[in-house]
């Protein structure tokens, strides 16, 4: 089974920006992604990237974040522009994201890493 190991969350202010990196042990997945969870809310899908290299994103990232990943260094990346405080939250990268890698709350079938917290300050 893969094993992720996020990192690069931090904290920043309003309109600001970070990148996560996720590294994979292994990169067989077809469709790999982000979510993310803020406290007393449900985990929701944010970006997801396929085989192919066709990405999907969140109507509320679209123009904001950036799906990346780097096949030769088994990496995974997200670029968040324009932060806003509605985008703090645990940030988690996923493998074996199931079905057609559109964005959709987690089903159940997502190889998860440990997570990255994201702050934001307004």
């Known amino acids: 089974q893969v094993q992720l190991v996020e990192s690069g969350g931090g904290s920043v202010q309003a309109g600001g920006s970070l990148r996560l990196s996720c590294a994979a042990s292994a990169y067989s997945s077809y469709c790999m992604g982000w979510f993310r969870q803020a406290p007393g809310k449900e985990r929701e899908g944010v970006a997801n990237?396929?085989?192919?290299?066709?990405?999907y994103y969140a109507d509320s990232v679209k123009g904001r974040f950036t799906i990346s990943k780097d096949n030769a260094k088994n990496t995974l990346y997200l670029q968040m522009n324009s932060l806003n405080p509605e985008d703090a939250a645990m940030y988690y990268c996923?493998?074996?994201?199931?079905?057609?890698?559109?964005?959709?709350?987690?089903?159940?079938?997502?190889?998860w890493g440990q997570g990255t917290q994201v702050t934001v300050s307004s």
């Open positions: 990237i396929n085989s192919d290299g066709m990405t």
């Open positions: 996923a493998a074996d994201v199931p079905g057609d890698c559109f964005v959709r709350r987690p089903s159940g079938g997502e190889v």
